[in-house]
């Protein structure tokens, strides 16, 4: 099962109010119904232990092809904070198997609200990573999630590199890019590293310059932090 969001990304950072909704892929042998349920856990829960809430019941028939593709039920985007989103396949004697993708949702942000500069620490500048390459950077300490993002490299090559060494952004209008990420990850607030995801890196072509950037975002999906972008280019 490969659960994402409609846009193709494995997490999102949502404006409130904004529509969003995901889809599963299901790979299967043979035909049969199938049962299972798309469940969330809101962020008046994911602050400590999650707790999922059932959202829809789902039954289906798997006829004789090979996959599926099932659609969620519209996500809330009404409260900020991070949501997990779950879909969990019911399976014959009771047992189950569930796969989860996280997203957040954004508070109301002034288009004046300073934003603080973060200093990537590695890859360096037009590093060539490989499997092993870890992103770290400087951890914000009212951080409730890091999102890193990646950007091709035309996207990238429009943004002029900063002429200052200012400690912060003066609004956000200056962090605005003009096109979407290319690949995300969400990282839990209390890290300030990882290495990509298996999914990010279905997103990425071979030896291909990309740039990335890390945003920090509160409890209440305000961003608070961003880096510039750095490049880097990945293996063959």
Do not use: C
């Not at 404006?15 to 962020?43: K, M």
């Amino acid at each position: 099962m490969t659960l994402r969001f409609d846009t193709g990304e494995q997490t999102r950072v949502a404006e409130p109010s904004e529509p969003i909704a995901a889809q599963i892929r299901i790979n299967y042998r043979s035909a049969g119904l199938i049962s299972g349920r798309w469940e969330l856990a809101t962020s008046a829960s994911t602050v400590g232990e999650p707790i999922f809430a059932p959202l829809q019941q789902v039954q289906q028939y798997l006829g004789g092809g090979n996959q599926i593709l099932l659609q969620s039920p519209p996500l809330p985007t009404l409260s900020s904070g991070l949501y997990l989103l779950r879909f969990t396949l019911l399976q014959t004697g009771g047992s189950k198997q569930s796969v989860t993708i996280q997203y957040m949702v954004g508070g109301e942000q002034r288009a004046n609200t300073i934003i603080r500069k973060l200093r990537l620490l590695s890859p360096n500048q037009n590093a060539s990573i490989n499997i092993h390459s870890k992103f770290h950077w400087q951890p914000v300490r009212e951080a409730h999630a890091y999102q890193l993002e990646i950007f091709d490299a035309a996207t990238g090559d429009s943004i002029p590199s900063p002429t200052t060494a200012a400690l912060t952004f003066n609004s956000l209008s200056e962090i605005r890019l003009p096109s979407t990420p290319v690949a995300g990850l969400l990282v839990p607030g209390k890290s300030s590293q990882s290495h990509l995801s298996a999914l990010v890196k279905e997103h990425l072509l071979p030896k291909t310059r990309y740039y990335w950037r890390i945003l920090a975002i509160n409890e209440e999906g305000i961003i608070i932090g961003s880096s510039d972008l750095r490049a880097m280019t990945t293996p063959p």
